[in-house]
Protein backbone atom coordinates (compact mmCIF):
# COMPACT_ATOMS: atom_id res chain seq x y z
CA UNK A 1 0.00 0.00 0.00
CA UNK A 2 1.66 3.04 -1.02
CA UNK A 3 2.06 5.68 2.24
CA UNK A 4 1.00 9.34 1.78
CA UNK A 5 3.82 10.86 3.28
CA UNK A 6 6.47 9.07 0.97
CA UNK A 7 4.57 10.25 -2.05
CA UNK A 8 4.74 14.04 -0.66
CA UNK A 9 8.43 13.51 0.38
CA UNK A 10 9.04 11.90 -3.10
CA UNK A 11 7.08 14.34 -5.36
CA UNK A 12 8.84 17.58 -3.79
CA UNK A 13 12.39 15.93 -4.05
CA UNK A 14 12.63 14.57 -7.17
CA UNK A 15 10.02 13.16 -9.60
CA UNK A 16 11.21 15.81 -12.51
CA UNK A 17 14.78 13.54 -12.20
CA UNK A 18 12.84 10.09 -12.72
CA UNK A 19 11.39 10.84 -15.44
CA UNK A 20 13.64 8.93 -18.37
CA UNK A 21 13.24 8.18 -21.91
CA UNK A 22 13.80 4.84 -21.59
CA UNK A 23 10.21 4.33 -19.98
CA UNK A 24 8.20 1.21 -21.73
CA UNK A 25 5.16 3.60 -21.43
CA UNK A 26 5.07 7.20 -22.02
CA UNK A 27 4.50 9.41 -19.30
CA UNK A 28 1.97 12.16 -19.96
CA UNK A 29 0.02 14.99 -17.92
CA UNK A 30 -2.70 12.67 -17.36
CA UNK A 31 -0.49 9.78 -15.84
CA UNK A 32 -0.50 10.54 -12.12
CA UNK A 33 2.34 9.04 -9.56
CA UNK A 34 -0.19 7.50 -7.00
CA UNK A 35 2.84 6.87 -4.04
CA UNK A 36 5.54 4.63 -3.08
CA UNK A 37 4.84 0.76 -2.59
CA UNK A 38 7.31 0.10 0.99
CA UNK A 39 9.05 -2.69 1.31
CA UNK A 40 7.86 -5.35 4.42
CA UNK A 41 9.60 -7.32 6.83
CA UNK A 42 12.94 -5.01 7.04
CA UNK A 43 14.38 -2.01 8.82
CA UNK A 44 14.57 -1.11 11.89
CA UNK A 45 17.37 1.78 11.94
CA UNK A 46 16.30 5.08 11.21
CA UNK A 47 17.66 6.46 7.59
CA UNK A 48 19.46 9.11 7.12
CA UNK A 49 20.14 10.37 10.60
CA UNK A 50 23.22 10.06 12.02
CA UNK A 51 23.17 7.55 14.92
CA UNK A 52 26.03 8.92 18.21
CA UNK A 53 28.48 6.87 19.52
CA UNK A 54 31.88 6.04 18.23
CA UNK A 55 32.16 2.28 17.00
CA UNK A 56 28.24 1.95 17.52
CA UNK A 57 27.82 5.20 15.31
CA UNK A 58 25.89 4.86 11.76
CA UNK A 59 24.44 6.48 9.12
CA UNK A 60 21.60 4.54 7.19
CA UNK A 61 21.37 5.51 3.36
CA UNK A 62 17.56 5.86 2.10
CA UNK A 63 18.69 4.59 -1.33
CA UNK A 64 14.60 5.18 -2.26
CA UNK A 65 15.91 8.98 -2.69
CA UNK A 66 18.31 7.79 -5.25
CA UNK A 67 17.69 9.12 -8.81
CA UNK A 68 19.76 9.37 -12.41
CA UNK A 69 20.78 12.53 -11.00
CA UNK A 70 21.85 11.94 -7.46
CA UNK A 71 24.30 8.94 -8.00
CA UNK A 72 27.37 10.39 -6.27
CA UNK A 73 26.44 10.52 -2.57
CA UNK A 74 27.42 14.10 -1.35
CA UNK A 75 29.73 13.39 2.10
CA UNK A 76 27.35 14.62 4.80
CA UNK A 77 25.17 11.64 3.29
CA UNK A 78 27.88 8.73 2.56
CA UNK A 79 27.05 5.61 5.10
CA UNK A 80 28.70 5.31 7.93
CA UNK A 81 29.54 2.10 9.74
CA UNK A 82 32.03 3.08 12.69
CA UNK A 83 32.75 6.85 13.12
CA UNK A 84 35.61 8.85 14.39
CA UNK A 85 37.34 6.46 17.51
CA UNK A 86 36.61 8.35 20.70
CA UNK A 87 39.96 7.18 21.79
CA UNK A 88 42.29 8.80 18.44
CA UNK A 89 43.66 12.04 20.09
CA UNK A 90 46.00 12.96 17.34
CA UNK A 91 48.05 15.88 17.25
CA UNK A 92 50.75 17.15 14.74
CA UNK A 93 51.57 16.24 11.33
CA UNK A 94 49.91 12.22 10.31
CA UNK A 95 52.51 9.76 9.99
CA UNK A 96 52.50 6.34 8.57
CA UNK A 97 55.02 3.73 10.31
CA UNK A 98 56.60 1.33 8.42
CA UNK A 99 58.17 -1.59 9.63
CA UNK A 100 58.52 -5.41 8.87
CA UNK A 101 60.38 -6.44 5.79
CA UNK A 102 61.83 -3.40 4.75
CA UNK A 103 65.34 -2.72 4.14
CA UNK A 104 64.65 0.12 7.01
CA UNK A 105 62.19 0.56 9.62
CA UNK A 106 60.46 4.44 9.12
CA UNK A 107 58.11 6.95 9.07
CA UNK A 108 56.13 8.33 6.33
CA UNK A 109 54.87 12.11 6.61
CA UNK A 110 51.58 12.12 5.37
CA UNK A 111 51.81 15.53 3.75
CA UNK A 112 55.29 13.91 1.75
CA UNK A 113 53.01 12.07 0.05
CA UNK A 114 50.48 14.20 -1.40
CA UNK A 115 52.34 15.23 -4.74
CA UNK A 116 51.25 11.67 -5.51
CA UNK A 117 47.39 12.16 -5.18
CA UNK A 118 45.45 11.71 -8.55
CA UNK A 119 42.08 11.73 -9.21
CA UNK A 120 40.07 7.90 -8.91
CA UNK A 121 36.96 8.37 -10.39
CA UNK A 122 33.83 7.13 -8.69
CA UNK A 123 33.02 4.06 -6.76
CA UNK A 124 31.10 2.56 -4.81
CA UNK A 125 32.25 1.22 -0.77
CA UNK A 126 29.60 -1.44 0.83
CA UNK A 127 29.61 -2.53 4.67
CA UNK A 128 30.00 -6.52 4.39
CA UNK A 129 26.75 -6.30 6.98
CA UNK A 130 24.68 -4.58 4.69
CA UNK A 131 21.69 -5.88 5.36
CA UNK A 132 17.74 -6.02 5.47
CA UNK A 133 17.85 -4.45 9.21
CA UNK A 134 19.19 -1.55 7.26
CA UNK A 135 17.46 -1.48 4.39
CA UNK A 136 20.59 -2.10 2.34
CA UNK A 137 21.55 1.05 3.05
CA UNK A 138 25.28 0.57 3.95
CA UNK A 139 26.04 1.60 0.57
CA UNK A 140 27.24 4.71 -0.97
CA UNK A 141 28.97 5.77 -4.30
CA UNK A 142 31.26 9.26 -4.50
CA UNK A 143 34.16 10.35 -6.32
CA UNK A 144 37.69 9.59 -4.58
CA UNK A 145 41.17 11.23 -4.64
CA UNK A 146 44.30 9.48 -3.37
CA UNK A 147 47.82 8.19 -3.64
CA UNK A 148 48.58 4.92 -5.71
CA UNK A 149 49.51 2.08 -3.45
CA UNK A 150 52.34 0.74 -5.58
CA UNK A 151 53.77 5.07 -5.00
CA UNK A 152 54.01 4.06 -1.53
CA UNK A 153 55.28 0.71 -1.54
CA UNK A 154 58.42 1.89 -3.52
CA UNK A 155 58.40 4.51 -0.53
CA UNK A 156 58.84 2.11 1.99
CA UNK A 157 61.88 -0.65 0.11
CA UNK A 158 60.25 -3.74 0.50
CA UNK A 159 63.22 -6.58 1.25
CA UNK A 160 62.84 -9.63 -0.57
CA UNK A 161 61.30 -11.61 2.20
CA UNK A 162 57.96 -9.08 1.53
CA UNK A 163 54.95 -11.02 0.29
CA UNK A 164 52.32 -8.74 1.63
CA UNK A 165 51.22 -5.41 2.74
CA UNK A 166 49.50 -5.22 6.26
CA UNK A 167 47.29 -2.19 6.81
CA UNK A 168 46.20 -0.56 10.54
CA UNK A 169 44.20 1.99 11.06
CA UNK A 170 43.18 3.48 14.61
CA UNK A 171 40.31 1.56 16.28
CA UNK A 172 40.66 2.83 19.52
CA UNK A 173 36.55 2.90 20.35
CA UNK A 174 35.22 2.65 23.75
CA UNK A 175 32.21 0.89 23.07
CA UNK A 176 32.77 -2.01 21.53
CA UNK A 177 30.30 -4.76 21.57
CA UNK A 178 32.94 -7.33 21.11
CA UNK A 179 35.57 -8.53 22.69
CA UNK A 180 37.88 -8.27 20.25
CA UNK A 181 41.24 -6.66 20.60
CA UNK A 182 41.78 -2.71 19.52
CA UNK A 183 42.94 -2.20 15.82
CA UNK A 184 41.12 -2.69 11.65
CA UNK A 185 43.60 -4.61 10.17
CA UNK A 186 44.16 -6.68 6.45
CA UNK A 187 46.45 -8.02 4.86
CA UNK A 188 46.77 -7.96 0.69
CA UNK A 189 48.97 -9.46 -1.55
CA UNK A 190 51.12 -7.16 -3.64
CA UNK A 191 48.94 -8.72 -7.02
CA UNK A 192 45.76 -8.94 -4.85
CA UNK A 193 46.71 -4.78 -4.48
CA UNK A 194 47.44 -4.06 -7.95
CA UNK A 195 44.82 -5.83 -9.76
CA UNK A 196 42.06 -3.73 -7.42
CA UNK A 197 44.09 -0.43 -8.00
CA UNK A 198 44.16 0.14 -4.03
CA UNK A 199 45.49 3.55 -2.74
CA UNK A 200 45.36 5.83 0.32
CA UNK A 201 42.11 7.59 -0.40
CA UNK A 202 42.91 11.48 1.04
CA UNK A 203 39.70 12.90 -0.29
CA UNK A 204 36.12 12.25 -1.09
CA UNK A 205 33.71 14.65 -3.79
CA UNK A 206 36.69 16.91 -4.08
CA UNK A 207 37.14 17.70 -0.15
CA UNK A 208 39.44 16.68 2.31
CA UNK A 209 38.41 13.27 3.69
CA UNK A 210 35.76 13.37 6.21
CA UNK A 211 36.49 13.01 10.14
CA UNK A 212 34.20 9.90 9.95
CA UNK A 213 35.43 8.55 6.54
CA UNK A 214 39.46 7.95 7.98
CA UNK A 215 40.31 11.64 8.25
CA UNK A 216 43.29 12.40 6.81
CA UNK A 217 43.80 9.13 5.02
CA UNK A 218 42.11 5.42 4.48
CA UNK A 219 42.94 3.05 2.48
CA UNK A 220 40.27 1.67 -0.71
CA UNK A 221 40.74 -1.22 -2.46
CA UNK A 222 37.89 -0.96 -5.19
CA UNK A 223 35.62 -3.40 -5.47
CA UNK A 224 36.51 -5.14 -1.66
CA UNK A 225 34.25 -4.73 1.16
CA UNK A 226 34.14 -1.85 3.25
CA UNK A 227 35.66 -3.73 5.98
CA UNK A 228 39.09 -4.00 3.99
CA UNK A 229 38.91 -0.35 3.41
CA UNK A 230 40.90 0.49 6.82
CA UNK A 231 40.17 4.55 7.97
CA UNK A 232 42.43 6.53 10.01
CA UNK A 233 45.65 4.64 8.63
CA UNK A 234 49.05 5.36 10.68
CA UNK A 235 50.86 1.87 9.97
CA UNK A 236 52.03 0.04 6.89
CA UNK A 237 53.55 -3.34 7.66
CA UNK A 238 55.25 -5.88 4.94
CA UNK A 239 55.05 -9.68 6.05
CA UNK A 240 55.16 -13.07 4.25
CA UNK A 241 53.12 -15.70 3.57
CA UNK A 242 53.89 -17.04 7.13
CA UNK A 243 51.81 -13.93 8.54
CA UNK A 244 48.85 -14.83 10.78
CA UNK A 245 45.30 -13.62 9.69
CA UNK A 246 44.62 -10.47 11.55
CA UNK A 247 41.99 -9.88 14.44
CA UNK A 248 39.62 -8.03 12.09
CA UNK A 249 39.83 -10.48 8.74
CA UNK A 250 38.49 -13.18 11.14
CA UNK A 251 35.99 -10.82 12.63
CA UNK A 252 34.46 -10.52 8.99
CA UNK A 253 35.49 -13.84 7.45
CA UNK A 254 32.22 -15.62 6.99
CA UNK A 255 30.69 -11.68 5.80
CA UNK A 256 33.53 -11.67 3.17
CA UNK A 257 32.62 -15.14 2.11
CA UNK A 258 35.62 -17.25 3.56
CA UNK A 259 35.60 -21.04 4.18
CA UNK A 260 35.38 -21.13 7.77
CA UNK A 261 37.73 -18.93 9.40
CA UNK A 262 41.41 -19.35 8.68
CA UNK A 263 43.78 -18.82 10.58
CA UNK A 264 46.33 -17.61 8.32
CA UNK A 265 46.35 -14.53 6.06
CA UNK A 266 47.57 -16.61 2.45
CA UNK A 267 44.20 -18.51 3.20
CA UNK A 268 41.50 -15.88 3.01
CA UNK A 269 39.76 -15.38 0.07
CA UNK A 270 39.62 -11.85 -2.22
CA UNK A 271 37.05 -9.87 -0.24
CA UNK A 272 35.88 -8.96 -3.42
CA UNK A 273 32.06 -8.16 -3.74
CA UNK A 274 30.43 -10.27 -6.84
CA UNK A 275 27.63 -9.21 -9.49
CA UNK A 276 24.66 -8.10 -7.52
CA UNK A 277 22.00 -5.87 -7.21
CA UNK A 278 18.39 -4.98 -5.61
CA UNK A 279 15.29 -2.72 -5.63
CA UNK A 280 15.33 0.03 -3.96
CA UNK A 281 11.82 2.03 -4.50
CA UNK A 282 8.19 0.58 -6.40
CA UNK A 283 6.32 3.64 -7.52
CA UNK A 284 2.40 3.23 -7.90
CA UNK A 285 1.48 4.78 -11.58
CA UNK A 286 -2.26 5.48 -12.53
CA UNK A 287 -1.69 5.45 -16.31
CA UNK A 288 -4.95 5.83 -18.47
CA UNK A 289 -7.35 3.55 -16.98
CA UNK A 290 -4.81 1.23 -15.82
CA UNK A 291 -2.27 0.88 -12.32
CA UNK A 292 1.22 0.19 -13.16
CA UNK A 293 4.42 -0.06 -10.63
CA UNK A 294 7.57 0.91 -11.91
CA UNK A 295 10.43 -0.81 -9.81
CA UNK A 296 13.57 0.99 -9.20
CA UNK A 297 17.16 -0.44 -8.82
CA UNK A 298 21.09 -0.86 -8.17
CA UNK A 299 23.56 -3.28 -9.82
CA UNK A 300 27.14 -3.08 -8.62
CA UNK A 301 29.75 -5.38 -7.66
CA UNK A 302 31.20 -7.58 -10.47
CA UNK A 303 34.28 -7.54 -12.67
CA UNK A 304 32.21 -7.16 -15.91
CA UNK A 305 29.36 -5.95 -17.32
CA UNK A 306 26.12 -7.85 -18.43
CA UNK A 307 23.66 -7.45 -20.27
CA UNK A 308 22.22 -10.77 -18.70
CA UNK A 309 20.02 -9.58 -15.76
CA UNK A 310 17.09 -10.89 -14.83
CA UNK A 311 13.89 -9.98 -12.44
CA UNK A 312 11.20 -12.21 -10.57
CA UNK A 313 8.81 -11.38 -8.08
CA UNK A 314 7.70 -14.19 -7.18
CA UNK A 315 9.03 -17.89 -6.95
CA UNK A 316 5.79 -19.32 -9.22
CA UNK A 317 6.44 -16.52 -11.49
CA UNK A 318 8.93 -16.48 -14.50
CA UNK A 319 11.67 -14.43 -14.65
CA UNK A 320 12.01 -11.71 -16.95
CA UNK A 321 14.96 -9.99 -18.67
CA UNK A 322 15.08 -6.76 -16.67
CA UNK A 323 13.93 -3.45 -18.72
CA UNK A 324 16.00 -0.41 -18.53
CA UNK A 325 19.67 -0.66 -17.76
CA UNK A 326 22.80 0.29 -18.89
CA UNK A 327 25.70 -1.58 -17.27
CA UNK A 328 28.79 0.12 -17.95
CA UNK A 329 30.53 0.01 -14.88
CA UNK A 330 31.54 -2.23 -12.23
CA UNK A 331 33.41 -0.03 -9.40
CA UNK A 332 30.43 2.39 -9.03
CA UNK A 333 26.67 1.43 -9.11
CA UNK A 334 23.79 1.55 -12.00
CA UNK A 335 20.45 2.62 -11.70
CA UNK A 336 17.63 0.35 -13.22
CA UNK A 337 13.95 0.28 -13.95
CA UNK A 338 11.01 -1.95 -14.94
CA UNK A 339 7.43 -1.67 -15.64
CA UNK A 340 5.44 -4.37 -13.39
CA UNK A 341 2.09 -5.22 -14.11
CA UNK A 342 0.91 -7.89 -11.33
CA UNK A 343 -2.07 -9.62 -12.46
CA UNK A 344 -3.25 -10.23 -8.47
CA UNK A 345 -2.91 -8.73 -5.20
CA UNK A 346 -0.65 -10.72 -2.69
CA UNK A 347 2.90 -10.86 -0.76
CA UNK A 348 5.60 -10.15 -3.62
CA UNK A 349 9.48 -11.09 -3.45
CA UNK A 350 11.32 -9.15 -5.64
CA UNK A 351 15.10 -10.92 -6.37
CA UNK A 352 17.80 -10.60 -9.39
CA UNK A 353 19.64 -12.63 -11.30
CA UNK A 354 22.15 -13.33 -14.08
CA UNK A 355 21.63 -15.42 -16.58
CA UNK A 356 25.44 -15.89 -17.18
CA UNK A 357 26.74 -18.95 -15.55
CA UNK A 358 30.38 -17.29 -15.69
CA UNK A 359 29.56 -14.58 -13.38
CA UNK A 360 29.54 -15.18 -10.16
CA UNK A 361 26.84 -14.25 -7.98
CA UNK A 362 27.06 -15.76 -4.62
CA UNK A 363 25.35 -13.31 -2.93
CA UNK A 364 22.12 -13.08 -5.72
CA UNK A 365 22.07 -16.83 -5.34
CA UNK A 366 20.98 -17.67 -2.11
CA UNK A 367 18.57 -14.88 -2.16
CA UNK A 368 20.37 -11.77 0.03
CA UNK A 369 19.17 -8.77 -1.25
CA UNK A 370 15.31 -9.85 -1.85
CA UNK A 371 12.46 -7.41 -0.89
CA UNK A 372 8.88 -8.20 -0.23
CA UNK A 373 6.36 -5.76 -0.99
CA UNK A 374 2.33 -6.48 -0.49
CA UNK A 375 0.02 -5.67 -3.19
CA UNK A 376 -3.65 -4.84 -2.33
Known sequence: MA????????????????????????VTPADELLGLVPFVEEGGSPLGTLIEGSHLGRLVVDLK????????????????????????????????????HVREEKSLRLADLLGDVEPMGTQLLECSGNSKRREFGLLSSAEWSGIPIRKVLDRMHPNAKATRLLVVGHDEHSDFRTPRGKGA??????????????????????????????????????????????????ELALVDDDAPSTAQMREFSSRTHQDGVPEMARDFIPATMDQTGTAVRVEKWRSGEELVYRVWGLLWGGERTTDDVRIQFRDDLPAEPLESYDHRVNNSWTLWSHTWRPKEPGRYVITLSVDDPTIRTRRLDRGYYARQIDIA
Open 3 to 26: TAFDRREFLGASLSALLVPELSWP
Open 65 to 100: KLTKDKLVTPNEEFFIRTRYPDGLHHEGPWELAVRG
Open 185 to 234: SWIFTFDQLERAGAYLATAMNAQPLPRDHGEPVRLMMPNWYGCTCIKWVH
